[in-house]
Each structure stands twice: as structure tokens, then as C-alpha cells.
């Protein structure tokens, strides 16, 4: 007999898949199929909504025009089997049930009343609703008088959701509005809160602003705003002290005390290298500049009417960085008076290699094509005029971040014009021409010393600006003490 029913079962099923797939292109068919899903669901208000739009649109559909009557049936009969006696009903759970099936049982036959359902037994269960109404709003009244009575405060504010239930299924409940709003303040509590940093403008606002979204959004808690607790000139005492004791002399409940402070370090070295990187063959010098922030954040949350005790405290440490801007360059070993192809004698500056002229030439172009591809922009009318460089890039790069991203890792020949090939006691120029060899010099170190000089300025102004750990101070304060308020 089981297996019978499970085939039954199993078979309704696959007619209902495939008389949904074959609605595909039927007018009304996309609600036919989305009420066929919410009728497996056993939500048969849902499903019986989308079969009335289906109808509504195509009056002859057959599989939707079946299957009404069914969800229909099947709804009311589902709902009827939630009631219970009124003697059966004890608690406010049971009424919010009978509640509920009433509402579902009035919503399933008015929408069949409304699509002019005369074949079906359609039924008015509006006084029935009202009286579970009023029935699950007592229910709900006297829990929350209950809750009330116990005054803590947990006790206080699930009272205040109670009420606010029991008004929901009976707005006529005596002075509810007034039970309400009083609760909820016996269930509020004042918080203070005093922030210090080492040095930042507006600190102490910042973390206010940021504990009062927090923490204040809650009905519960009231954020005293104000942000200054800075002690006189002639006080023995700090902020947090200033807080709490105009707290006990205010009757406020709790100050929350978040203390920041932040280090920032300046990254400045050089390492020795083999340039290039990739076929290492001139010593050279990995040049590195950055900074990183180092902060340090502590809250502490004082109960000021349990006789001032911390109740919570923590600290956070975070490290920002490091970023960091780096360039690799070949320094010149010295300078030589030589005559190159009859151009003269002339001062230039060299470095030696001791390996074979196609080594040393391939590492010529790898350490002359990072900084020659760099693209001479029209604002830089003078290419080997640093100050012009510098221009163009303060002007590019307003942060730190980016620049670096940018313009690290290039490698250079940095004011060398020739590569003395010491097996064959020859010279290279590092250029197509001497002229343009040394010309590239030029333009190849004011392109660095600007690089630099921006790198510099930029660090600067982080300095300046501070870093983003005061930012996150409130916010952590906030979220670690809104649980115990």
C-alpha cells in the first residue's frame, strides 16, 4: 500500500512538471508556473494568487483553470487543521497561530471571491480574524506586563517588542502608546564618550560621530553629544576623568573612553644590487623610500552608576604599510678625459665591464630601455630640465599609493655616458651618438631626481595628513561594546 501511494504521489508530480513545461509560451503562463511552485510549497495564498493573474489574462487555460479549485480545496482545508478551540488556547504562540490561519483562510477565499468564483464554497472569515486578533493581543499584553514587572533591563527591553506586538493585533489596547514610550525609557541608557589621539584635528568628533551611528542607532542607548572633555589648564585630572565625573554628576550611565595613538615611519635605505636584475653584470644600488603607519587604539567602557568599574576594554594594534617606492641605477665609477670617433676630447662619466661585448651590450639596452621608454609629455619642453619633471609629476600623482604602483622598479644607468669594455679596452656609448649618450644623461637624471623628489613629497603629505587607523577608531569601539549596552 505504501508503494501505491508513493507512486500516486510520484506521478501528479510529473504531470504538474510536464503541463508547466508545456505552458512555456502560453499567455499567463509564466504565473501558471510560478503558482504551480508556490503550490509545492504548500503556500497556497501565493499560489492561488498567481493562478487568478494567469486567468486574468487568459480565461482559457485549461491546466491553470484545474488546477485553481485544488490549491484552492487544498489551502482552506491546510489552514482549518491550524485552528484549536478557544479552550485549547494558552499561550501566546497558539493564539498568534489561530490568528494566522484565519488571516491566510480570509486572504485565499477573498481572492477567489474577487475572481467571481461562484463553483467554489467561499466563506467570510473576517469577524473570525478580529476576534483571534484581539484574542493573540491580550495574549501578547499580559507577557509584556509580565516582562515589565521583572525590571532588569533584558526584561525591559523585550517588553517594549511585546507591547509592540500586542499592539499590532489590537491597536485598541488601553494607553499601549503610553506603555510603550515608557518603557522604553526605563529600558534606555546614556552613554559618553571621550576620544584622544595624538594630535589629530577633530579626533574626538570623528569617534562620536561614528559610536552615535553605531551604537545610537539602538532606541535603547542615548549618546551624549558632546565631544570635548578637554580638562582646564590648571587640572590635575585628564579627559576621562573630566568624562566621568561629569557623568556621575549628570546621572549618566556609561562612558566609553578610546585613546589612539599613531607612529608613522619614514622608510629611507639602499641596498647593493647587480643591475640588471634579470642578467646581473654592474653593481649597482637599490634605492628604497616609503613610510608606515603604526597605530595603536585602546577603548575602555566604564559603568559610571555601578560605582564606575570597567566592564570592557581592548586594544588594537595595526600596521599600515609598508609603502614603499624603489629604483635600481648604476653609479658612475669615476670620470675620464677621452676622445671618442674624433668628437674630441671630452670629460665623461663610465662604469667597466670585464665581460664580452655581447653580454655587455644586451645589458646596456635592458638597463637604457626602462627609463628611455618613458614618454617625454608636452609639458616637459626641456627634457634634461629637472624642474620641469618634477612639474609634471606632482601634478600627475596627488597620493602615495598610486605614484608608487606607477614608477617602481625601474633600473638606469644614473650620470654615466659611456661603458669602458675593459677585455678589449674599448668604450661603448650608451646612446646611438656621444651627443645623444650624453644628452640621454641629462635627461635620464632629472627623470630620477624628480621621480624622487615627488616620492619625497608625497611622503610628506601622508605624514601630514595622518593615516586611516584613527579613521576605524570609533567604528571598533562602536561594534565592540554595542552588545553590552
Not at 512538471?17 to 509545492?40: I, K, P
Not at 487544498?74 to 490568528?99: F, H, M, S
Not at 572633555?229 to 554628576?249: K, L, Q, R, Y
Request: glycine residues 8%; negative net charge.
Amino acid at each position: 500500500m505504501k508503494r501505491t501511494t508513493i507512486s500516486v504521489v510520484l506521478v501528479i508530480v510529473m504531470c504538474m512538471v510536464l503541463s508547466s513545461c508545456g505552458t512555456l509560451f502560453t499567455q499567463g503562463g509564466s504565473d501558471y508556473r510560478s503558482g504551480v511552485a508556490a503550490y509545492e510549497r504548500q503556500e497556497y495564498v501565493t499560489a492561488l494568487q498567481y493562478l487568478s493573474r494567469a486567468l486574468a489574462v487568459n480565461p482559457e487555460f485549461p491546466e491553470a483553470e484545474a488546477l485553481y479549485p485544488q490549491v484552492f480545496s487544498e489551502g482552506t482545508l491546510y489552514y482549518k487543521n491550524q485552528l484549536v478551540g478557544d479552550e485549547q488556547i494558552q499561550d501566546r504562540q497558539t493564539a498568534d497561530q489561530v490568528y494566522s490561519a484565519y488571516a491566510r483562510l480570509q486572504e485565499l477565499h477573498t481572492i477567489a471571491r474577487n475572481a467571481g468564483r461562484i463553483d467554489l464554497e467561499i466563506e467570510d472569515f473576517t469577524e473570525a480574524v478580529q476576534d483571534a486578533r484581539i484574542v493573540a493581543g491580550d495574549f501578547w499584553f499580559a507577557y509584556a506586563q509580565n516582562l515589565r514587572e521583572q525590571g532588569d533591563r533584558d526584561s525591559l527591553k523585550q517588553a517594549v517588542a511585546a507591547y509592540e506586538t500586542a499592539r499590532d493585533r489590537n491597536p485598541d489596547l488601553p494607553n499601549i502608546d503610553g506603555l510603550i514610550t515608557e518603557t522604553i525609557a526605563d529600558a534606555t541608557v546614556t552613554l559618553a564618550v571621550v576620544a584622544y589621539g595624538s594630535g589629530v584635528k577633530d579626533f574626538s568628533q570623528l569617534v562620536l560621530d561614528d559610536v552615535t551611528d553605531i551604537v545610537g542607532s539602538s532606541r535603547f542607548v542615548t549618546v551624549i553629544p558632546r565631544a570635548d572633555f578637554t580638562p582646564g589648564p590648571e587640572s590635575m585630572v585628564g579627559p576621562t576623568d573630566i568624562a566621568i565625573m561629569t557623568a556621575m554628576g549628570e546621572g549618566w550611565d556609561y562612558v566609553l573612553e578610546v585613546y589612539a595613538y599613531q607612529g608613522f615611519e619614514e622608510i629611507n635605505n639602499e641596498t647593493p644590487v647587480q643591475l640588471p636584475s634579470d642578467a646581473p653584470l654592474f653593481s649597482g644600488v637599490k634605492k628604497t623610500i616609503g613610510y608606515q603607519h603604526n597605530t595603536s587604539l585602546s577603548f575602555r567602557l566604564f559603568d559610571v552608576k555601578g560605582g564606575v568599574k570597567t566592564i570592557y576594554e581592548d586594544d588594537v594594534k595595526e600596521v599600515a604599510g609598508p609603502y614603499t617606492y624603489t629604483f635600481s641605477y648604476v653609479n658612475a665609477e669615476g670620470l675620464r678625459e677621452l676622445n671618442l670617433g674624433g668628437t674630441g676630447k671630452k670629460n665623461l662619466r663610465f662604469v667597466t665591464s670585464t665581460v664580452d661585448d655581447t653580454v655587455t651590450d644586451t645589458a646596456i639596452g635592458t638597463l637604457r630601455w626602462d627609463y628611455e621608454s618613458i614618454a617625454i609629455p608636452v609639458e616637459v619642453q626641456d627634457p634634461t630640465d629637472q624642474t620641469q619633471w618634477i612639474a609634471y609629476f606632482t601634478d600627475k600623482y596627488t597620493d602615495f599609493a598610486t605614484f608608487a604602483a606607477n614608477e617602481s622598479g625601474r633600473e638606469l644607468f644614473y650620470a654615466i655616458e659611456v661603458v669602458h669594455h675593459q677585455p678589449s679596452d674599448t668604450y661603448f656609448m650608451i646612446g646611438p651618438s656621444l651627443d645623444e649618450a650624453i644628452r640621454r644623461s641629462k635627461i635620464n637624471s632629472a627623470i630620477m631626481n624628480a621621480l624622487s623628489y615627488t616620492g619625497r613629497t608625497l611622503i610628506e603629505q601622508e605624514k601630514k595628513d595622518g593615516g586611516y587607523g584613527y579613521l576605524k577608531a570609533g567604528e571598533l569601539a562602536a561594534n565592540g561594546i554595542k552588545n553590552l549596552l
